[in-house]
């Protein structure tokens, strides 16, 4: 089965906006074994809407349209369906009460406007939205199912999931593909590093289809299958991830498509551990990381983000003598930083980060894109001095981040959570 | 002039990537007065790349194409446009040069396969890439110019900013209209109120575009206008700006797509004013957003990320009785916060987060959402509860986020920097 994916609107037509919607459902559709051959852009634009949809009903055999179902004049998707099929609009009254009842659930009445959401193409089958106003609607034309959804992220993943993945699967029946996938997520290697080390997967496991893919600062590496036979295609994902893991060793951080951040969390709170942070050049990165995770609060107990040298000293008891010696970015300094956070919060580990993020501040010594990590716990104080330069700030302190995420996280697996 | 937009590569097809490209280009081209009218996506498929470029090539005037110009077999995009003009690929002894000069720079030598990234077809215009190893090139096939470009988007960014847009301009010559556009933010008005009090902007600028656009949690007010006299077009697109301003007042933090922490920081900077932070729900957002800014050590002595009441009482001398008898979401607890945070890093001012992100934790009295906010300052302390519920945690903790910082930018308005 094959499927094109097209996005509607203006603001996604001249750039204001990216379109991320259309990613997520070829992801979906793919994932399902539907093979999707283009994405198509257009603005709000009548004539050139059921061009579009004429040419696609044409060539396709599912199609799915997000967009243009709001209730202003710029509007048109509902009206370009109707006129290609050439019916006109009907009120759906069942989706007329779901929108009233969408209103009346946050103590407000449907504002006049709104009443144009629940006209479909007449035939259309209604596709109900149950956390926003504009109900979808799937209709066949030119022998081509199309679907049509909103716009807005949230309600359009919803839709997808619970409406039109589940018809996909009925209308497909008991012969569908699955494509199993999974992805691998990696740190501290080059992307062409790991590429030379998945070289030879083709030879043991030539059905496997393989995927590098950048997701700055980590390398993730995703297999892909296509298969009837669920059982015999997971059991053989599994010994290909087994392969992979083999030749990237250390460096894998996930199979479950989890954040370092999150891996290390994880790592922390099956032993009963905790954590204190003491930032400099990440500057409050690695405590919003590791915070965006509900219930870090039992293991991420303090952070202490001290870019002048007057709070290491008061904060963290950083010695001025090793700051007068050393500077603020040593491997001394965030010895003693890590020690210091660990102490004030009584932490079990003190992880610490000073560095040069740039675009100022390097020498020729210390040049932009130095950085210290100190880690400091039951097993003694280590540190270390690194060189990650990315030419831009924001992502020297992403990188930064990761490095110092990932030293607490080998120190945890050679220390108390030796697996 | 109208043009189209192409990406290529099966890590877009398939929704592996989303394609952040193609907005960046309409955006560009849509600036220089050039109505983009449609973007389309396909795979490394050379039939329907070739098929693709042929049915552009009948209708548009211009096609801006990204990616498949790189070493690999997967790299079909220069063979498909080869074979559109019915040409072979010939060796561009320039590109050949500059892919090698790329390497040496780097203290490589070139890879055999990079070779093929000096193969264009014969008679195309080679564009230069100065910072990648794929060079570009241009040629117009059926009456419509195509420009290809690489698909790694700080390679293709300034190849269409030296390259594409010199040769549009050239190719226009002195009709070229303008697309004049600025762009005013704001935060503290959902986006149906800033809708409403825009809705009489048409009567006084008939000749200006309005567009909203939800850029979470901003809102943001985006104004057009297309005119070949660019000095009456500033004018006119300034007063239509103060009109805005009028109707926004206190909502509206930047006119220069500024994010909310660089105009608190340029606020702080310009009075030689400095800050600390106390940080509970929102985890290190704030120290993050104010950090990510090149210089925000000058006026960001100290965060302190504060998960634990422990923390907060060693750490910012918070009282344990205003912590037993109140809890730590609490408009009490935040004063003495943002107090114990300014205090420890002798700053001017102190300001403190404490509230429930979710999903967890909220009860009847303190429901998910709610969020209080100190201010410690010259003009003494002043607090705020709120409450602010998007249904997820990162969303919540951004939205708390940028409610602090405001209260702060609102007290510096009212305080120090009052204009």
């Not at 029946?173 to 996938?181: I, P």
């Not at 298969?227 to 015999?232: A, K, L, R, V, Y």
């Not at 040049?367 to 270390?384: A, E, H, K, M, Y």
Request: with cysteine; glycine share 10%.
């Amino acid at each position: 089965m094959r499927a094109e994916i097209v996005a509607t609107g203006d603001e996604i037509r001249t750039g204001a906006l990216v379109d991320s919607n259309s990613a997520y459902i070829a992801d979906q559709l793919e994932q399902e074994g539907i093979e999707v051959t283009r994405h198509h852009v257009i603005g709000d634009d009548l004539p050139m809407l059921v061009s579009l949809f004429r040419e696609i009903g044409g060539r396709g055999e599912v199609a799915v349209i997000t967009g243009g179902l709001g209730p202003t004049e710029d509007d048109l998707t509902t009206a370009a369906a109707a006129r290609v099929l050439g019916v006109d609009l009907a009120l759906d009254e069942q989706a007329l009460e779901e929108v009233k009842a969408y209103f009346g659930q946050r103590g407000r009445t449907m504002p006049p406007s709104n009443r144009k959401q629940a006209l479909l193409p007449r035939g259309a089958e209604r596709l109900s939205n149950p956390i926003g106003t504009a109900p979808g609607f799937c209709m066949i034309m030119e022998g081509c199912t199309f679907f049509f959804l909103p716009g807005v992220p949230h309600e359009m993943r919803r839709m997808l999931q619970e409406q039109v993945l589940t018809r996909l699967r009925a209308m497909r029946g008991e012969t569908r593909a699955f494509r199993l996938t999974r992805v691998i997520s990696t740190f501290g290697l080059p992307e062409s590093k790991v590429g030379e080390r998945m070289a030879g997967i083709h030879s043991p496991f030539p059905s496997i289809k393989l995927g590098l893919r950048a997701k700055f600062p980590e390398i993730q590496v995703k297999l892909y299958l296509n298969t009837t036979d669920e059982t015999e295609g997971r059991r053989l994902l599994e010994r290909a991830t087994e392969w992979v893991s083999e030749q990237l060793g250390i460096h894998v951080f996930s199979y479950e498509e989890r954040t370092l951040a999150e891996e290390v969390g994880i790592l922390l709170k099956r032993h009963g551990l905790t954590l204190a942070l003491a930032e400099s050049c990440t500057g409050g990165l690695l405590s919003n990381w590791l915070t965006n995770t509900a219930g870090s609060s039992d293991y991420l107990l303090f952070g202490a983000v001290t870019c002048s040298n007057e709070s290491k000293i008061r904060v963290l008891d950083v010695s001025p003598e090793t700051l007068g010696h050393y500077g603020a970015v040593h491997e001394e300094t965030v010895r003693e930083m890590a020690q210091g956070a660990r102490r004030v919060a009584g932490a079990t580990y003190g992880l610490a980060t000073s560095g040069i993020a740039g675009p100022h501040g390097g020498t020729p010594e210390k040049p932009v894109g130095t950085l210290c990590i100190g880690v400091d716990g039951p097993q003694g104080t280590r540190s270390r001095t690194v060189t990650l330069s990315f030419g831009q700030r924001v992502m020297n302190r992403k990188l930064f981040a990761m490095a110092a995420l990932d030293l607490l996280r080998r120190t945890l697996l050679e220390g108390p959570v030796r697996t």
